[in-house]
């Protein structure tokens, strides 16, 4: 028996819909910000990491610099009144997962939101507020951790400058991989903790740190922190900032 009309439009209209249907939208990525300032944002990850944390932040306290820091969850527990002195001297935070896992980006989106809102939770406790900014561990970034990101109101941020800090090597290394590639618009990638399970000794950082912030106080670079740069939001909440050409 042929189907009424009506139910055979209904179907043809669900049919195109399912074709139609838009892809679900990510989160927006920044690897760089704006070219068009002699600006540049200093970022940290794998913190909070006694004292490696604190000398980082004496450091930048006597140069009046400011930088960005993607901090993890467990290392938040451990350690909130080291994020919170973050806060306090004006830097920047992002998160960067709960335990710097390299399973993320192949997990089913429900078991990232898990680790995602489980080191967002942290984060809130130590800060009253929740941050907007995460970086995924390794850099390593899927599009359903994107997906999921844009759903929970993140921005995702890497870097296109290495300081090669996480590698052996010396702190005349680092200082050359960064001053030697310094240029507008950069973020650069910087560790003040353990690499997710690595070598947590950051003395090759922190000797290289006041020579790399000389050196690019010496090229007129001023140091920013990750939204100042790219305009995405340091809060959720906040307004983005203005528009420039970063992605």
């Known amino acids: 028996m042929p189907r009424p009309a009506s139910l055979l439009a209904l179907a043809s209209l669900a049919a195109i819909g399912l074709v139609c249907s838009p892809p679900p939208a990510k989160a927006q990525h920044f690897s760089f910000g704006c070219r068009d300032r002699r600006e540049l944002a200093l970022t940290f990850d794998d913190g909070p990491n006694p004292p490696y944390t604190e000398q980082i932040l004496d450091i930048l306290a006597a140069r009046r610099a400011r930088a960005t820091f993607f901090d993890e969850g467990h290392q938040v527990e451990a350690h909130p009144e080291i994020v919170q002195r973050e806060n306090e001297t004006g830097m920047a935070i992002g998160s960067h997962s709960y335990a710097h896992s390299a399973d993320l980006p192949t997990m089913a989106r429900p078991d990232f939101a898990l680790d995602l809102k489980r080191a967002e939770d942290v984060l809130d406790a130590a800060l009253g507020f929740k941050t907007a900014i995460y970086r995924a561990p390794f850099g390593h970034t899927s599009d359903s951790m994107l997906i999921e990101l844009q759903r929970a ?43 997710g399970g690595g070598n947590p000794d950051r003395a090759t950082t922190i000797a290289a740190l006041p020579r790399i912030l000389d050196g690019l106080h010496d090229q007129g670079y001023d140091l920013v922190t990750v939204p100042e740069l790219t305009g995405a939001a340091a809060r959720m909440g906040d307004k983005r900032g203005p528009v420039c050409s970063a992605s």
């Open 153 to 195: 109101h993140y921005a995702s941020i890497g870097w296109d400058l290495d300081s090669t800090d996480w590698s052996d090597a010396t702190p005349d290394a680092i200082v050359h991989s960064v001053l030697d590639n310094a240029h507008p618009g950069a973020i650069v990638l910087m560790h003040d903790g353990g690499l």
